[in-house]
């Protein structure tokens, strides 16, 4: 299967920051990569797909890069709403994975 | 509005078994395939399997081959998982979650992530 990896784990932002979060895949994947978002108790929401597409409804501060093995996930300026975990997920082949999850919380 | 809920998760012994349903509504059932995904207790995500739309092709992750089915009845809209020889390392929280992209009119499923997913019903293995 392949490995997702994301980086940090856990990011400590004030409401403003531009924040960044990488995801490394073992193997090349293209450019089908995923991001979703989410909050304690509630399902995970698709922010990204296709590495740099913006979800349906999604706010245009995130924005997503990158192809092969490197991605990173962007927040323009962080907001209140935006405190949560982060997953990042691979959709090449089955089975799918997900990155640990990186959990941004208030600085 | 596209809408899917899960049901039949609880506690259950080791060794036994579960079925949980996901109903869907709000879009062509039958157009989309339609996935698992659990998560553990504090811990992060697990993709577990895929049934295409017509319920022809299905994958699983390694962890539940051979213990898990994944089926579907597009007469009512909905998804199925059957959970056998369950142990303490299935106690979680299982979401369905819906293809992002239909087939298309050539009977393609195109690549993509999830899109919308259930708010989870949680399992707990347990004597």
């Known amino acids: 299967d392949i490995q997702m990896t994301q980086s940090p784990s856990t990011l400590s932002a004030s409401v403003g920051d531009r924040v960044t979060i990488t995801c490394r895949a073992n193997?090349?994947?293209?450019?089908?990569l995923a991001w979703y978002q989410q909050k304690p108790g509630k399902p995970p929401n698709l922010l990204i797909y296709?590495?740099?597409s913006l979800g349906s409804g999604v706010p245009s501060r995130f924005s997503g890069s990158g192809s092969g093995t490197e991605f990173t996930l962007t927040i323009s300026s962080l907001q209140p709403d935006d405190f949560a975990t982060y997953y990042c997920q691979h959709y090449y082949s089955y089975a799918w994975t997900f990155g640990q999850g990186t959990k941004v919380e208030i600085k | 509005q596209v809408q899917l809920v899960e049901s039949g998760g609880g506690v259950v012994q080791p060794g036994r078994s579960l079925r949980l349903s996901c109903v869907a509504s709000g879009f062509t059932f039958s157009s989309y395939g339609m996935h698992w995904v659990r998560q553990s207790p504090g811990k992060g995500l697990e993709w577990m399997a895929v049934?295409?739309?017509?319920?022809?092709?299905?994958y699983y992750v390694d962890s539940v081959k051979g213990r898990f089915t994944i089926s579907r009845d597009n007469s009512k809209n909905t998804l199925y998982l059957q959970m056998n020889s369950l142990t303490a390392d299935d106690t979680a929280v299982y979401y369905c979650a819906k293809h992002r992209v239909g087939v298309t009119v050539f009977g393609v499923a195109p690549k993509g992530p999830t899109d919308v997913w259930g708010h989870g019903t949680a399992v707990t293995v347990s004597s």
């Open positions: 296709k590495a740099s």
């Open positions: 049934i295409s739309h017509d319920g022809k092709n299905k």
């Open positions: 193997q090349s994947i293209s450019s089908w």
